[in-house]
Structures are given as structure tokens and as C-alpha cells.
């Protein structure tokens, strides 16, 4: 017997009599409610999105194919031991018995002309490296290449901040206090793109052996990455690890085969043809070559060189789905890790708490050892030195006591396994906070702005040198509280003087050659835009150059210009959407009217813009939890949308007031009761 409840949200609640049942029906309820996107997602890793949506989306298909996304879900599936097997296909069993009916109340199947295809038994694996194969630092070599060509190999610090791409997420756990009685608190907000539908599903999971609220990839069973079994709870963000790497590799054609430099000479390189349908168009043709380092992703058009990608989940032919089904039967701290000890990428950093006390923090997942330029650059792949030295780091696990925080920041149990980190200050903020004693939904949403350098800068001009306007510009930001709040008008002035020292700056003597061509393709052109990095680096650019002038330029032109207006007019929810449905659109502009964010990049509450290119949000809290070890129904959460993806239901959008208003609802943990479901 199988049961589907839902509480008030739309939540749905899944009962069976085992876990492969349950499986089953996680994955038949993620195709009834999410059929569109998890069949985006699906084509995604197929390199066929094209196919069906129309050539907007060749790039993508181009860089799929090209990583061989769909080989390495292949792969991993074939090397799973036989019970995640098993556990996977029910999953997918359930995908295709209920893809018909899901696709029948998706307006975009009709808008695009296109059907539901059943699943591979590896189309999980492959959901999930699409979300996570951009989520490493690898574009960001990208970027530090062309940084080194044109502006030369020290300035790469200029921009050691994370990327346009990167996360912003935050996680802290709050120890057991004896006094009181209360339990440990794990609270959290993961920070991605705002995909609509959302990147998460809320679920509970519930079988004889286990009870799990927590959070799903649509399209991937179980609950990876933030959950609730009742007797204890984790969450996960970004460790900020260096765990892909990049090769430039010198290529020779002899017909049809390509030989690749060796550090022994030239040798055979696997290469084949694909041809990518195109919805509207002409197909069209795309190379397919992998060198003894990995897949060909891109040619480096200034020097000729192709790139190559390694990655241990290709190396290994391992994901670390093995993890997923012990994580829904932990019951401590312990249990946590001894699951993640299969994780193998995105490199993730763990907080996990139980109901007996116990706190742990975790890094889990594969980071090669290797020679440190491999850190920060495409490396020469005919030169030994940078090969992969077989060995990885050793898994991080360490018992916490008192309060522990994790913001990207480089703390002494991450700093050996990247490069790039956030800023520290989101991390400083929230620790703050807690001291305090502020309530979580509070530190979630806390829109404090940091004093950071660009900032300062504000305090060394000489407002006696300004005109009048812009005078009166400066001494009302110096004033200015730093809340990036909805209402502000100050946030407003400063966001429109950010951006116009942003646009200033791409012409600056020491950063204008970065405009010259990357080279790289248009795909990681988030990654490689001088523009946006220059926007992102705005306090990195403060500290390193005198900026008074372009400074009070800039002052200048906002003050002469129209009044800014509140930042909640100019911070405008921007969810990512393929945008091939009428309703999704209206329902996207009906959401701009119903909310008025707060927030920014360097704000606990990160809701990320990038100055000097729009102050629109396309990133932010993808979902907000607070995980109570003391009572699990005194736990509460929030996603920024609803639980289904369908504009007419309901519950499409109707948490989306909360997310914005930084309120939480509870996580459902009565009993199940409901009608029989198959």
C-alpha cells in the first residue's frame, strides 16, 4: 500500500511499505508535479534541448555532448552496487508511470509541440550532473587565463572573489543546551539560480524504516543535500573546492583521427561525430574528443590549444549516489558520515546535528591531489608534472563545539581543499547575529551590507570638490544605515552609484584590455564577461587601485540623473525560465508586482545582482530550513516559489510571499493518512 498526502502548501507526503516502493513513488510524484522540468533536465544531459525548445539552447547541447554528460551518468549507474541500483531504476519506474499525466498539465509540452519520453535507469545520475558540472571552480580558470593574457599573471588577486556562478550559501548549527533541555538547531539557505520551478522539492519520505522531511532534486531520489530523519538532520553548502581541472592539450589531425600531445610524444585521442537536432532548424554537427585527461569542452581561440576537463566523477566513474539511501536511514551524527564517505562531487561542506547532542562538520567529496597551478589555470597536459597523483584528500570530520557557521568562507577545514573563497564577512555577520541571540528566520534574512572597501571609499572624497547635487549625494550615503532593504531609498542611491562606478571601471587604464576577445565560448561567458567580473569585484578593485576619481564621477551622474528610486524597484525577481509558455511568463510578471526584494551579493541574505549589468535577482535563497533536533515538528522551511510546477495550481506560487517576506512555514509531521495511491 502506497499513500500521497499533502498538507496545506501542497507538500506532498509519501508512505509505502518499502524503500524501493517509496522510491517508486517519490519518483512518480516528482513526474506528476515537475513533468516539464525534469524532462528539461533530462534533455539537458542529453544534449537535446535544442531538439525541442529550438537553437537558443545549442550552446548547452554543444558543451553536454562535448563533457559527455550523458556517458558519465552511464558509467556511475553501471558501477552502482546492486541495492542503489535497484533503488534508482524504482525511482525511474516511477518517473515513466507518471510522466504522462504530469505532461498532460504542463503548458509547455503544448506550447512547444513536444511529448514526455521515458527514462534511462541512469537519467537520475545525469539530472544530477547538470545541476553540479558548472558548480566547481573550473570557468573560473577560464577567466583567470584571459586575465593573465591581457592584464598579466598578477592580477588574477583582482578578482579572487567568488564568480558570477558561484553560491552564497549559508549554514550554521546551533549546540544542545543543557540548562534548558533544548536540543541542537541546524538553519540554512542554500543560494543558486532562482529556476522556476525551483531547483528544490519539499518532500517528506516515510517508510517502516525511516521518516524523512527534506528537500529533493526534482528528477533525483532521496534528499542529498538538506534533511530531517527525526533523529538527526544535516545541510550542506558549497565547500568552495578545486576538485575539476583544466588541461591544454595540442592536437594533430590524420584524416579522421586525432592524435594528442603526450608527455611521451603524440598519441591516439578518442574522437566521434554527433549530430544535435535543432527545433526549427538546421541539425547540427559537433566534435566529440577525449584526450587521456578527460573530455574536450571548448578551443582556446587565441592560442589554438583545446581544453580539456578532468573530474573525478569521470575518473571514477562514481557520483556518490551510494550515499543516498543510508543518509534517509541515519540516525546520528555518525551515520552521516559514514555515508558520505561514498560522496564523490560537488565537494560539499556538512553540518549535521542528532537528537542525542552530538554536532559534526564535514567536508565530503573528491579533490585530487596534484600540483597547485592546477588551482588557478589551464595547465600544459604534456607536462608530468600536472598530472593527478592517484590519491585524494581524506574525508573532514570533526566534532563541534559551541556555534559553527559556514558561509564559502575559508575556515581551517576547507582551506586545504580550494582556492577561491567567499569573503568572510557573511560568515563575521551571522556568528554576530547569533551572539546576539537573533531568531533564524531573523539571520536569514539579515540585509546588513559590509563596510567593505568600496564602501570606504565614500569617506576619503572631498565633498568640498563635488558639486552641490552630488555633495549632498555623498553626505546622504555616508549616513545611509548599509540595509539593503526593499524600501530603501538610500540602497537604492548606493546600488545606482556602484553600478555607474562599474561601467567606469571597464575603461579604466588598468583594466581595459580585459575587453579584448577570451577566446572561450559563449557558453562561460557568465564567467569570462570582463563587465560582470568587474561589477563582482567592485571591493577586490577598491582596495587595489585609487578609484577617487571615477568615484566622484560617478557621484556626479547619479545625482544629475533621475532619482534611483527604493531598492525594491530596481532589484526585480528575475527567475531563470526557458520562456516557451505564455501562462509562465504572465505568471513570472504577476510575481515582479506581488514582491519587493531585499538583500545583495555580500548580504547574509544573498540575493545576488551584478553591478554595472542589472540589479535584477536571478540568484538567492532557493530555500530557507531551520531542523529542530528537540521536536522535528517545531522545524520550519520555505522555497521561494511553491511545490508544483504547474502556473494554474495553486501551489505553483504560493510560498512565494513568505520567501520574499523572509517568513517560514512548518515542515508537515503529523500522521499520514490519505487515499491509495498506485
Request: hydrophobic share 45%; net charge negative; glycine share 8%.
Amino acid at each position: 500500500m502506497t499513500h500521497v498526502d499533502r498538507d496545506q502548501w501542497g507538500v506532498p507526503q509519501l508512505w509505502a511499505g518499502d524503500v524501493d516502493a517509496l522510491a517508486r513513488l517519490q519518483g512518480r510524484v516528482a513526474a506528476t508535479d515537475r513533468a516539464w522540468q525534469i524532462s528539461v533536465e533530462r534533455w539537458r544531459a542529453e544534449g537535446r534541448l535544442a531538439a525541442h525548445v529550438g537553437p537558443a539552447e545549442l550552446a548547452w547541447d554543444r558543451f553536454a555532448r562535448r563533457v559527455r554528460l550523458d556517458d558519465t551518468a552511464r558509467r556511475c549507474y553501471e558501477r552502482l552496487d546492486p541495492d542503489t541500483r535497484r533503488w534508482i531504476e524504482a525511482y525511474v519506474d516511477g518517473v515513466n508511470s507518471g510522466l504522462a499525466e504530469g505532461a498532460a498539465a504542463a503548458p509547455e509540452f503544448a506550447a512547444t509541440g513536444t511529448a514526455p519520453e521515458p527514462w534511462h535507469p541512469w537519467s537520475p545520475l545525469g539530472v544530477f550532473l547538470v545541476q553540479h558540472v558548472l558548480f566547481s571552480t573550473f570557468p573560473n580558470k577560464l577567466w583567470h587565463a584571459h586575465v593573465a593574457r591581457t592584464l598579466g599573471p598578477d592580477a588574477a588577486g583582482l578578482f579572487a572573489v567568488e564568480g558570477p556562478a558561484s553560491s552564497g550559501s549559508n549554514a550554521w548549527a546551533l549546540p544542545a543546551d543543557p540548562a534548558t533541555g533544548r536540543g541542537p538547531l541546524i538553519a540554512g539557505d542554500p543560494h543558486r539560480l532562482l529556476e522556476l520551478p525551483g531547483v528544490y522539492q519539499q518532500v517528506r519520505l516515510a517508510c517502516p524504516e525511516f521518516d524523512v522531511v527534506g528537500l529533493a532534486f526534482p528528477g533525483v531520489p532521496g534528499v542529498p543535500h538538506f534533511g530531517h530523519t527525526g533523529h538527526v538532520a544535516w545541510a550542506v553548502t558549497n565547500a568552495m573546492a578545486d576538485y575539476q581541472d583544466l588541461y591544454r592539450e595540442r592536437l594533430r589531425r590524420d584524416g579522421d583521427r586525432v592524435l594528442v600531445r603526450d608527455a611521451d610524444g603524440w598519441t591516439p585521442a578518442a574522437r566521434h561525430v554527433e549530430e544535435i537536432e535543432v527545433r526549427g532548424g538546421a541539425p547540427e554537427t559537433v566534435e566529440v574528443i577525449e584526450t587521456p585527461r578527460g573530455p574536450v569542452i571548448d578551443h582556446d581561440r587565441v592560442t589554438g590549444e583545446a581544453i580539456a576537463l578532468r573530474t573525478p566523477s569521470r575518473v571514477e566513474a562514481r557520483l556518490g549516489f551510494e550515499a543516498l539511501l543510508p543518509l534517509l536511514r541515519a540516525r546520528r551524527t555518525g551515520d552521516v558520515a559514514d555515508a558520505l564517505r561514498h560522496w564523490v562531487e560537488p565537494v560539499n561542506s556538512v553540518l549535521a546535528a542528532d537528537t542525542g547532542g552530538g554536532v559534526r562538520r564535514l567536508v565530503a567529496g573528491l579533490v585530487p591531489v596534484r600540483d597547485e597551478r592546477c588551482r588557478r589555470e589551464p595547465v600544459p597536459a604534456w607536462e608530468p608534472a600536472y598530472r593527478w597523483r592517484g590519491d585524494y584528500l581524506p574525508l573532514v570530520d570533526e566534532p563541534v563545539d559551541g556555534v559553527a557557521v559556514c558561509a564559502n568562507d575559508r575556515r581551517d577545514d576547507v582551506a586545504a581543499h580550494g582556492a577561491d573563497f567567499a569573503p568572510p564577512h557573511r560568515a563575521r555577520r551571522i556568528r554576530a547575529l547569533l551572539a546576539d541571540g537573533a531568531e533564524p528566520s531573523t539571520v536569514h534574512t539579515d540585509d546588513r551590507l559590509p563596510a567593505g572597501p568600496l564602501y570606504r571609499l565614500l569617506d576619503r572624497l572631498d565633498p568640498d570638490r563635488l558639486d552641490e547635487p552630488a555633495r549632498a549625494l555623498l553626505l546622504r550615503l555616508r549616513g545611509w544605515d548599509r540595509a539593503m532593504a526593499a524600501g530603501s531609498a538610500g540602497a537604492g542611491a548606493y546600488a545606482a552609484w556602484r553600478a555607474a562606478m562599474a561601467r567606469r571601471l571597464r575603461v579604466h587604464p588598468r583594466l581595459c584590455a580585459l575587453d579584448e576577445p577570451c577566446g572561450f565560448d559563449e557558453l562561460f561567458a557568465p564567467w569570462t564577461d570582463p563587465a560582470a567580473r568587474i561589477g563582482l569585484a567592485l571591493d577586490h578593485l577598491a582596495a587595489a587601485f585609487d578609484l577617487a576619481e571615477p568615484a566622484a564621477e560617478a557621484l556626479a551622474e547619479v545625482a544629475a540623473g533621475p532619482p534611483p528610486g527604493e531598492w525594491g524597484s530596481r532589484h526585480l525577481l528575475h527567475p531563470v525560465h526557458l520562456g516557451v509558455a505564455p501562462a509562465i511568463t504572465d505568471a513570472v510578471t504577476a510575481m515582479r508586482r506581488r514582491v519587493a526584494l531585499g538583500g545583495d551579493t555580500d548580504c547574509v541574505l544573498a540575493t545576488s545582482s551584478v553591478p554595472g549589468i542589472s540589479d535584477a535577482c536571478w540568484r538567492g535563497p532557493v530555500a530557507r530550513y531551520v531542523w529542530d533536533l528537540t521536536d522535528r515538528a517545531a522545524s520550519r522551511w520555505i522555497v521561494p516559489f511553491g511545490a508544483s510546477g504547474r502556473p494554474d495550481d495553486p501551489h505553483f506560487a504560493d510560498q512565494l510571499t513568505h520567501w520574499a517576506a523572509g517568513t517560514l512555514i512548518p515542515v508537515p509531521d503529523g500522521p499520514l493518512t490519505g487515499d491509495e495511491t498506485t
